[in-house]
């Protein structure tokens, strides 16, 4: 297949493109470098560096099979601040991609949704018919593009995916997670035990949850990157598909942070800090759709190897 991926020079993008050319697959890797990197881009796939909402440069790039499509600003914190920019990265550019997509005959795209469509919900796990009512601009962004793709599809333009993951975590050797600002626990954590970072702060210690802090399901981006393969495939027998992607299963920060301890043997500063609006106090996938429709399977259960894998990756991992 010849695949077209947005946001190849970011974290799960770039992962799911060296997955993709280890499977034989040609790879044409868009990124505008406004938060990704360069090196981040496997060597074997052709980059072209400019936006997904470019639509001349988009239909200049040929005919795809597929377009996996990653790319956008992910921060919740930021886009409560800056709405317009997410609604312009994220939902604008993102539409003028799917047009030109749809013009140039592409037949599939698989787009990066997210768990944070879901808000705060009181049962877990999370199933995907659960109401959805996201509380920030970008799990808003993530809803809308899930919405207009459900009429493309319903209309006969284009079969689509909308993959809601959890968090990602871990790494594959050559692609670390490198997100600035940083806010994804683990990697905080490692910056912590690496002396890059001066200690940590855990909002919220007073959570309804086993010790209190918030919990969250991590799903290896390995996993995840797999679980974007069979997507491709599975468009053939479904022409939509929304499914989360998370292991199921539920870890504390306390208990991330204990892992890092352990894999690291550094003890570093943790320091009490209050809860953060919209911050739910439990976000745990139920995984079973995926499981059935992508015939997905979990290779990576143990918190504590994919903090390893995630340390592994740095260039600073003593
Ligand atoms: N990391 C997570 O835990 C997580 C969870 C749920 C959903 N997601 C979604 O997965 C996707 C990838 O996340 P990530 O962690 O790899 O993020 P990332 O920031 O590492 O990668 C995003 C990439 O998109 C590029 N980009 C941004 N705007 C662009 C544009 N207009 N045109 C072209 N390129 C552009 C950036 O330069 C960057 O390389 C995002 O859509 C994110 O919302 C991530």
């Known amino acids: 297949m010849r695949v077209l991926v947005t946001g190849a020079a970011g974290f799960i993008g770039s992962t799911t493109a060296e997955v993709l050319l280890d499977e034989g ?13 360069r090196e981040n881009v496997p060597v074997r796939a052709r980059f072209v560096e400019g936006r997904c909402g470019d639509a001349p440069l988009v239909a200049s790039l040929g005919a795809f099979d597929a377009c996996l499509h990653f790319a956008g600003r992910i921060e919740p914190a930021i886009s409560m601040a800056t709405p317009e920019l997410f609604f312009d990265v994220n939902v604008a550019q993102s539409l003028a991609l799917v047009r030109t997509l749809v013009e140039a005959g592409c037949p599939k795209l ?54 809601r993951y959890f968090n990602a975590a871990g790494a594959s050797p050559a692609h670390p997670e490198r997100h600035d600002p940083e806010i994804h626990l683990i990697p905080l954590a490692l910056d912590a035990a690496a002396g890059v970072r001066d200690g940590l702060d855990l909002y919220g210690e007073d959570y309804p949850t086993r010790d209190g802090t918030c919990v969250r399901d991590y799903v290896h981006v390995l996993d995840l990157a797999r679980a974007h393969v069979r997507a491709i495939d599975a468009l053939d027998e479904h022409p939509e598909v929304v499914v ?34 919209g911050d739910p106090a439990e976000a745990v996938a139920s995984n079973a759709r995926a499981r059935e429709i992508l015939g997905w399977t979990i290779a990576h259960t143990s918190l504590e190897g994919i903090v390893a894998d995630a340390w592994a990756a740095r260039g600073d991992a003593h």
Do not use: C
């Not at 697959?25 to 990197?37: F, I, N, R, W």
């Not at 199921?248 to 953060?276: I, K, Q, S």
């Open 25 to 37: 697959h040609e790879v044409v890797a868009l990124d505008d470098l406004s938060t990704g990197h």
């Open 110 to 163: 698989v787009f990066s949704s997210s768990a944070a469509v879901y808000g705060t919900q009181d049962a877990m796990p999370i199933t995907e018919d659960r109401p959805i009512h996201p509380e920030s601009p970008y799990g808003e962004s993530k809803a809308q593009v899930e919405t207009a793709l459900r009429w493309l599809v319903a209309r006969g333009r284009l079969r689509a995916a909308s993959l």
């Open 244 to 277: 989360n992607l998370g292991t199921g299963v539920g870890h504390t920060n306390r208990e991330v942070l204990e892992a890092v301890r352990r894999v690291t043997g550094v003890d570093f500063a943790v320091r009490a800090a209050p809860r953060r609006p």
